[in-house]
């Protein structure tokens, strides 16, 4: 008797073929992640559905209808991780982050979203994200901004991507696109 177990539908394996490709963008990416002086944070896979409630919205479509969200065996209400931006501020909050001056983290990994795989789409993908604890104004904006651009130009991308900034200031305001 055969047995035929298969992936589940939307999470994909990264299999040999593809995983170097994988490796050669990470390294790319870290590379300058490290030059702008940002530090890795590894987040936990699983956290207490509470933090994505208060953080994301009780009556989101994330928290409603697309976490993998159960009760362990302690009867915790537990999710994996839909998305990295929570967790990192929780990290920084029961860590006390902030308090030690600046901080500039980046994080990447698994996220995992209970929707109908579409097109393109899956359960199980991979979120790198980058936030910034204690800085105020415009100048991180643009920071993030030619981060962005010099990732891109390091993934020799930079003229297959199109900025578009949007500003949400008043009626008058419009849909501004800026070319590197």
């Not at 995983?19 to 956290?47: A, C, D, T």
């Not at 902030?98 to 500039?104: A, E, K, P, V």
């Not at 030619?146 to 500003?167: A, G, M, Q």
Request: net charge neutral; aromatic share 10%; charged share 25%.
């Amino acid at each position: 008797m055969t047995l035929n177990i298969q992936s589940i539908r939307g999470m994909n394996d990264i299999l040999p073929t593809q995983s170097f490709l994988w490796q050669w963008m990470e390294k790319r990416i870290h590379n300058v992640l490290f030059q702008y002086g940002y530090n890795e944070i590894r987040l936990p896979l699983l956290e207490d559905v509470k933090l994505f409630e208060r953080s994301v919205g009780e009556v989101t479509d994330i928290v409603t209808k697309e976490m993998y969200d159960f009760q362990d065996k302690s009867g915790r209400h537990i999710t994996l991780r839909p998305e990295g931006t929570s967790g990192c501020v929780r990290a920084a909050i029961e860590h006390n982050l902030s308090g030690m001056g600046y901080q500039r983290l980046w994080y990447q990994g698994p996220m995992f979203r209970y929707e109908r795989p579409q097109k393109g789409r899956l359960r199980q993908f991979t979120q790198l994200g980058v936030e910034t604890f204690g800085m105020v104004g415009a100048d991180i904006d643009a920071e993030l901004i030619i981060l962005t651009r010099d990732i891109f130009r390091n993934l020799n991308l930079l003229d297959k991507v199109k900025l578009e900034i949007n500003s949400l200031g008043d009626s008058k305001s419009e849909l501004n696109t800026i070319k590197y």
